[in-house]
């Protein structure tokens, strides 16, 4: 007889695979567009997808190639083109599928698709992380962490010792001294620590969509430190002439206006590794986002000078994503480059459009720092 919960099973699997297969094709479409980052949750993010349409096979009367039996039906013919075909608005429309996964499984697609390497971490693993290890069994639980085969064998054991097991007509009636079920116990595992900051410019030059193309970034980025990082601390910074922390609500909803003076978050951001995360410590990450256009070159100096003394010493890496504007002049990641040539940890990209945002995230994350 067949096993209709492993049958289910089997099915949820193919679907899965399928759903995941969807997502593959289409991933620039959900990496570019705002639906997916308005349903992420704490550990899962659900995922508005095409209905998938499983093949069947459909039974109907024999003799059929196409076409066979056109005109068995004298009121059917093969139509001019004048012919009105339904009619505007009747059809059904295209539904989406709501699927919800989890945030690692959409971290490994990522990775996959842009051939990601796995982060190796930099120095000793200094923080504890606790989690479960499903390695005992117990007589008491819940029906579904039930151990079938350990089950099955105290109830052999109990038969046989009862001397009621007719091996040739066998038959495992579990009572409820013979269950057992899977156990859990507490374990801690050290890890390393790791901390992002990410900082983006929201002067007047900084529009909506500008905004909108880091918040995506950004998810993306989070998305994939969380895969490498069991402990993971994520801070946001916001700057025009004047930089603050701020949490991420703020970070990906506020509108400013003003100047820009971009040392303001650099000094910022100084200041917070040196007092909460020192190098020693923690694995640093650092992304900035801007359209390019700074104060005055006496501050672009300033912010260099930063760089080069106190923030990329401390970091494993710094990533500054241009992101293009009507207003910004681009000439800050000009300035950058020329200023840090050779650095590995020091990753520049220059993001067009919603298309850029791939190829970005890409040259942010390829090296594996």
């Known amino acids: 007889m067949t096993n209709p919960v492993g049958r289910i099973e089997r099915d949820r699997r193919r679907f899965d695979d399928i759903v995941?297969?969807?997502?593959?094709?289409?991933?620039?479409?959900?990496?570019?567009?705002?639906?997916?980052?308005?349903?992420?949750?704490?550990?899962?993010?659900?995922?508005?997808?095409?209905?998938?349409?499983?093949?069947?096979?459909?039974?109907?009367?024999?003799?059929g190639g196409q076409g066979a039996g056109a005109n068995e039906n004298p009121s059917e013919g093969p139509g001019d083109e004048s012919d009105v075909v339904g009619s505007a608005g009747s059809e059904a429309g295209q539904h989406l599928l709501e699927v919800e996964l989890r945030l690692d499984e959409m971290a490994a697609i990522l990775?996959?698709?842009?051939?990601?390497?796995?982060?190796?971490?930099?120095?000793?693993?200094?923080?504890?992380?606790?989690?479960?290890?499903y390695n005992s069994v117990s007589r008491s639980g819940p029906r579904s962490l039930r151990h079938l085969r350990r089950t099955m064998k105290e109830t052999l054991k109990r038969q046989i010792g009862e001397a009621s097991y007719d091996p040739d007509h066998p038959q495992l009636?579990?009572?409820?001294?013979?269950?057992?079920?899977?156990?859990?116990?507490?374990?801690?595992?050290?890890?390393?620590?790791?901390?992002?900051?990410?900082?983006?410019?929201?002067?007047?030059?900084?529009?909506?969509?500008?905004?909108?193309?880091?918040?995506?970034?950004?998810?993306?980025?989070?998305?994939?430190?969380?895969?490498?990082?069991?402990?993971?601390?994520?801070?946001?910074?916001?700057?025009?002439?004047?930089?603050?922390?701020?949490?991420?609500?703020?970070?990906?909803?506020?509108?400013e206006s003003g100047g820009t003076k971009i040392s303001s978050a650099y000094e910022l951001a100084a200041e917070m590794i040196d007092t909460q995360f020192p190098a020693s410590d923690w694995n640093v990450y650092l992304f900035h986002f801007s359209d390019g256009d700074n104060w005055s070159g006496r501050d672009t100096e300033k912010c260099l000078e930063l760089l080069r003394e106190r923030?990329?010493?401390?970091?494993?890496?710094?990533?500054?994503?241009?992101?293009?504007?009507?207003?910004?002049?681009?000439?800050?990641?000009?300035?950058?480059?020329?200023?840090?040539?050779?650095?590995?940890?020091?990753?520049?990209a220059e993001i067009l459009d919603r298309d850029g945002i791939l190829p970005a995230i890409k040259t942010f994350l390829g090296k594996g720092l």
Request: aromatic share 8%; glycine share 8%; proline share 4%.
């Open 111 to 133: 990775g996959e698709e842009l051939e990601l390497p796995n982060i190796e971490p930099r120095g000793r693993a200094r923080v504890e992380v606790a989690s479960r290890k």
């Open 173 to 255: 009636i579990p009572i409820a001294d013979d269950l057992r079920y899977r156990a859990f116990r507490d374990v801690t595992t050290p890890d390393h620590a790791a901390m992002i900051l990410y900082m983006m410019d929201v002067s007047g030059s900084m529009g909506r969509e500008q905004k909108e193309i880091v918040r995506l970034v950004s998810f993306w980025i989070d998305t994939w430190l969380r895969s490498q990082y069991r402990s993971l601390e994520t801070r946001y910074m916001v700057h025009d002439a004047a930089a603050k922390e701020v949490d991420q609500e703020t970070f990906y909803r506020l509108r």
């Open 20 to 63: 995941r297969g969807q997502i593959k094709r289409d991933l620039k479409q959900y990496l570019t567009g705002s639906e997916m980052v308005g349903r992420r949750g704490r550990q899962l993010v659900s995922i508005p997808v095409p209905r998938i349409e499983l093949p069947r096979l459909r039974h109907g009367t024999n003799g």
């Open 311 to 348: 923030l990329l010493p401390g970091a494993n890496m710094f990533c500054y994503g241009q992101v293009k504007s009507a207003y910004g002049s681009g000439q800050f990641m000009k300035d950058l480059d020329d200023s840090v040539t050779g650095q590995e940890h020091v990753i520049s």
